[in-house]
Structures are given as C-alpha cells and as structure tokens.
C-alpha cells in the first residue's frame, strides 16, 4: 500500500520568509508519480507539479522550488520570499499503477500555511 | 483552454434526501475520476471510469453509485444523505493513455443539514 506522510499539520510564517513543506512517500512500486497541489480557501486544487520516480532533477519555478530525493522517499516543496497569496493548504500526492490501469494518487493530509503580512 | 466542468457548484440537501453530481471530461479525454474530501480532510479516491465500464473502485458507500455515458460525461448519485456525505467533491478527468496527468475540476460543495 502506498503512505504519503506531510508531518507539518500547520506552518506560520512571515512575508517574505522562505518555507519548506515536507513530504515523505511510501510505495513498493519502482514506477510512481509525485505530486504537489495547492488548495486555497476557495476549494479548488491547483496542480504545481508532477515528477516521476525516474527524474530526481530538481525544479525551480519562479519562487517556488522542489527536492527530490529517493534515497530519503522524499519530496519536499519550498517556497523563496513568501507572500500571503501563498496562504493556503498543500497536499503531496503520490500514484501508482492501480489493478485498473490508472495512476490514482493518494494524498498526504496537507499543510496548512499561513503567511503573515 | 477547456476544462473539466461540475455541476452544480453548490448543492445543499437534507437527511435521507438524493444528490446527483455531474462532471463533464476535458475535450477528448475518456477516463472520469471521482474523489471526496471531507472538511479538514485529503481527497480520498471513490471510483474511476473508462469508456463507460467502471475501472477502479475506492471507498464509494454503497449508497452511491456513478456511471459514465457515451459522451464521457459522468454522474455521481448519492442516496440516503448522511450528515457525514457533507464534502467537497472532485471530478477529474485524463485521456486513458495518461492516467498520472488528472485534470481535476473546481468541486461540487455539498451540505448536508
């Protein structure tokens, strides 16, 4: 069974701090699919990135930022100079090929940040 | 570029009342997705379809069941409302040939009283 673990249930922070979101994942498979979402008050679920187990490059995208490392199962997110647009719950997800032949991912519980002005 | 669309946006029912989702794909894409994310919650995968056969099952109740018509379009019916079925619910949709890149719509909010 798949486990995504985001041990940050809430983060505070400060414009302009730099934040970094943990995500630890847990699968057998050697063929996976991680992701991150961001989720704000309004409710709907903005795709940020995707990467497949096979591509460990790092990604940087304007502010944000994201750490690959299988060797640790981890995928964390970091975002440079944050601003309270920031604000708002992100989810690391993670899929796997299902008996179906879909890749369904399964969430981490999310991690609610705060951006202060 | 399009979307995927759901229907209605907010749905408010009573106890024991019926709810119907709706969830039109992404142009050209076949396989429809479902997903529940309680308050506070993660979405949690309920069922999935391809070409109108159901494909993979998560944790739908029994009291729901959903189908995929012949123009891709999908509907989520959900019966015997429970204060519990008050959720925000994700439809996605991706062609069947990439099923790791799911477009997921704005949510159906519902609200059980």
């Known amino acids: 069974a798949q486990k995504v673990t985001q041990a940050q249930t809430e983060i505070s922070v400060v414009e302009k701090e730099d934040v970094t979101l943990d995500c630890v994942y847990e699968t057998r498979d050697t063929t996976y699919y991680l992701f991150w979402y961001k989720q704000p008050p309004s409710g709907e679920l903005v795709f940020l990135i995707r990467r497949n187990s096979f591509d460990e490059q790092n990604e940087i995208s304007g502010r944000y930022s994201w750490n690959f490392q299988k060797s640790t199962s981890s995928f964390n997110f970091t975002i440079t100079a944050s601003q309270v647009v920031d604000s708002a719950v992100y989810f690391c997800?993670?899929?796997?090929?299902?008996?179906?032949?879909?890749?369904?991912?399964?969430f981490g519980r999310g991690t609610s940040l705060i951006v202060h002005p | 570029a399009a979307g995927v669309i759901q229907s209605p946006r907010h749905l408010i029912k009573e106890k024991r009342e019926t709810a119907t989702l709706k969830c039109y794909p992404i142009p050209r894409h076949d396989t429809v997705y479902w997903y529940q994310q309680g308050p506070g919650q993660d979405p949690q995968f309920l069922i999935s379809?391809?070409?109108?056969?159901?494909?993979d099952k998560g944790s739908i109740p029994d009291r729901f069941s959903a189908q995929q018509f012949s123009d891709y379009h999908s509907e989520l019916n959900m019966s015997s409302l429970e204060l519990g079925d008050s959720a925000l619910y994700f439809c996605?949709?991706?062609?069947?040939?990439?099923?790791?890149?799911?477009?997921f719509g704005p949510g159906t909010r519902l609200t059980v009283t």
């Open positions: 996605a949709s991706s062609s069947r040939d990439n099923t790791y890149e799911q477009y």
């Open positions: 997800a993670l899929s796997v090929l299902t008996a179906g032949g879909s890749y369904i991912p399964t």
């Open positions: 379809f391809y070409e109108k056969m159901q494909s």
